[in-house]
C-alpha cells in the first residue's frame, strides 16, 4: 500500500510541475510565440543580402518599450556591412579592416541589434522598421506587431566567406527564451500587384516564448472584490507582489529626482505606492448592478508604479458568462477562443485609441475604467458561490493574484456550506479511506 501511495504522490508532482506555465506554455492562447525569420536573398562568397522579420504571434502579450534587443552569435568570422531598418548598438573592433578604406557597420561575434526609432532618415528605413522595438498584440494592433530590417552580411578576410546561420538566438525582453534557427519552407513574395511571386534563396525560423516565471520573481498585479450585495471589499491578498516596503512611496507622493531619472533604453525597475499587497498593478472587479435579465459589472484597473505608464495595456479575463456581453463602455473588447470548441468564457479589453490606452503612472489620473452589462444565462447565473467574480485575470498577459475563493463576496444570511452537507462529505471521505487502507 505505501508503494502505491507512493507512486501516486510521484504522478501527481510530475503532473503538477509540468502544468506549470515555465515552460512558455499559455492555455489562454496556446500558439502564441514571437518568431525571428531570416530570408536569404542574395549571395555570393562574402556577400550576402538578408531580410530579418520579428513577428509577436501572441494574441494579447506586446513587446513594449524599450523594445527588442535581437542578438546571436556568429558560427565563423562574419560581420555586418550594411544595415537598414536597424542597428547595431556597438561596432565591435573592425581594425582587420583598416585598409579597405571603408569599416563594416559592426564586427563583434555577438551583435546586439535594434529597431531604428521613428523619424529615421528614409535612406535608412525598410517598410515595417523604426517603432523603437515596439510590437504589439495581434489583436490589439494587427498592423503594427512585425518588425523588419534589412542586412548586408560578410567576413573576415581569412575566412571562406560562406554564408553561416548564427545561434544562440535572443530578443532581449524579458521572460523570452528563444530556440536556435530551423530551416523552413522559403519565404514566397507578391510583386507587380500579385501577379508574379519570387522567393528567397533560403528561409531559417527561430522561436521564442514567454515565461511570467522568466519575467519576474513575484507577481505584477493583484485583484480585489467587491459586491452591491456585501458590505465589505475584498482586499488584494497580503503580499500579493512581495512584503519589501524598504523600497515605496507613500500615496500622493514621487520618488526623489534622482531615482525618477533612468536610460530610456532600459526597463526601469517598479516604485510602487506603499500598500499591503505592493503591487505595481491593482485590478478591482465590482459586481454593481442585478437586472431580471441582465447584471451589471465595473472594472477599474489603478496604476500604483510611480515609475512608468503602461502604453497599450490590456485586461484578459476569464468568465463563464463573457460569452453573453452585451455592451462594453469606453474599452474596446474582443472574444478569444482559443481552441474553437465552442466554449466562450475568456475575453480581452484595451483602451481605445487616444482616450483610455495609456495608464498613466500612480496619481489622481493612474486608472481606468469600464462598464460590462451581461445577459444572464438563466441555467447556470447565480450570485452563489463567488460565481459572480472571474476566475482568472491578467494585465499585459501576467497573472494577477487572485483573492482566496472563501474570502469571496457572498449573498446575505448564505452559508457556504451546511452542516449536514459536510457532515456527508466527512463521512464519505472516511469510508473510502476505511475502504481503501482494510
Known amino acids: 500500500m505505501g508503494a502505491k501511495l507512493n507512486l501516486v504522490y510521484a504522478v501527481t508532482i510530475i503532473l503538477f510541475t509540468i502544468s506549470l506555465p515555465s515552460h512558455g506554455y499559455d492555455p489562454l492562447d496556446p500558439f502564441g510565440k514571437i518568431t525571428i525569420k531570416w530570408d536569404l536573398l542574395l549571395s555570393s562568397p562574402g556577400h550576402h543580402t538578408v531580410q530579418v522579420k520579428l ?22 568570422k562574419q560581420v555586418i556591412w550594411d544595415m537598414r531598418g536597424a542597428e547595431t548598438t556597438e561596432q ?44 504589439t498584440s495581434m489583436s490589439q494592433d494587427h498592423k503594427n506587431h512585425v518588425s523588419v530590417f534589412h542586412m548586408t552580411i560578410g567576413s573576415f578576410p581569412d575566412d571562406s566567406g560562406e554564408f553561416t546561420m548564427p545561434s544562440n ?31 528567397a534563396l533560403a528561409t531559417w525560423e527561430a522561436v521564442c516564448v514567454y515565461s511570467q516565471f522568466r519575467s519576474s520573481q513575484s507577481p ?35 520618488p526623489p529626482y534622482l531615482e525618477q531619472k533612468h536610460d530610456p533604453e532600459e526597463e526601469v525597475s517598479p516604485v510602487v505606492e506603499c500598500t499591503k499587497h505592493m503591487c505595481p498593478i491593482h485590478i478591482h472587479w465590482h459586481v454593481k448592478v442585478n437586472y431580471r435579465e441582465y ?11 510611480t515609475m512608468k505608464n503602461y502604453t497599450d495595456w490590456n485586461l484578459v479575463v476569464l468568465h463563464p458568462n463573457l460569452k453573453s456581453v452585451e ?9 478569444l477562443t482559443p481552441y474553437h470548441n465552442g466554449i466562450n468564457d475568456t475575453g480581452m479589453f484595451w483602451g481605445v485609441k487616444f482616450y483610455n490606452d ?18 444572464k444565462d438563466m441555467g447556470n447565473f447565480s450570485f452563489r458561490e463567488g460565481w459572480a467574480f472571474p476566475r482568472r485575470i ?45
Open 55 to 76: 513577428e509577436n504571434m501572441q494574441e494579447y502579450r506586446h513587446v513594449d518599450k524599450p523594445g527588442w534587443k535581437l542578438s546571436w552569435h556568429w558560427e565563423s
Open 92 to 135: 565591435g573592433n573592425c581594425s582587420a579592416f583598416a585598409s579597405s578604406g571603408t569599416l563594416p557597420h559592426c564586427c563583434l561575434t555577438r551583435p546586439t541589434i535594434v529597431d531604428l526609432l521613428p523619424g529615421a532618415p528614409f535612406n535608412s528605413q525598410v517598410s515595417n522598421c523604426c517603432r523603437g522595438g515596439v510590437l
Open 169 to 199: 538566438f535572443d530578443i532581449g525582453v524579458p521572460g523570452y527564451s528563444c530556440d536556435n534557427a530551423t530551416s523552413v519552407a522559403p519565404t514566397k513574395y507578391s510583386t507587380d500587384k500579385g501577379r508574379r511571386k519570387t522567393q
Open 220 to 254: 505584477k498585479c493583484c485583484v480585489s472584490l467587491s459586491a452591491f450585495y456585501y458590505r465589505n471589499i475584498v482586499p488584494c491578498p497580503t503580499c500579493s507582489c512581495g512584503c519589501s516596503s524598504s523600497h515605496c512611496v507613500k500615496p500622493g507622493e514621487m
Open 295 to 305: 447584471w451589471r459589472v465595473k472594472i477599474t484597473a489603478t496604476n500604483l508604479n
Open 327 to 335: 455592451q462594453v463602455f469606453s474599452f474596446n473588447y474582443k472574444s
Open 358 to 375: 495609456v495608464l498613466l503612472q500612480a496619481g489622481k489620473i493612474g486608472n481606468v475604467q469600464t462598464e460590462l452589462l451581461l445577459k
Open 394 to 438: 491578467l494585465f499585459n498577459g501576467d497573472e494577477c493574484v487572485m483573492p482566496s475563493p472563501d474570502d469571496y463576496p457572498r449573498l446575505p444570511g448564505y452559508a457556504s456550506s451546511s452542516p449536514s452537507a459536510v457532515f456527508s462529505f466527512v463521512t464519505i471521505l472516511f469510508c473510502f479511506l476505511l475502504h481503501l487502507f482494510v
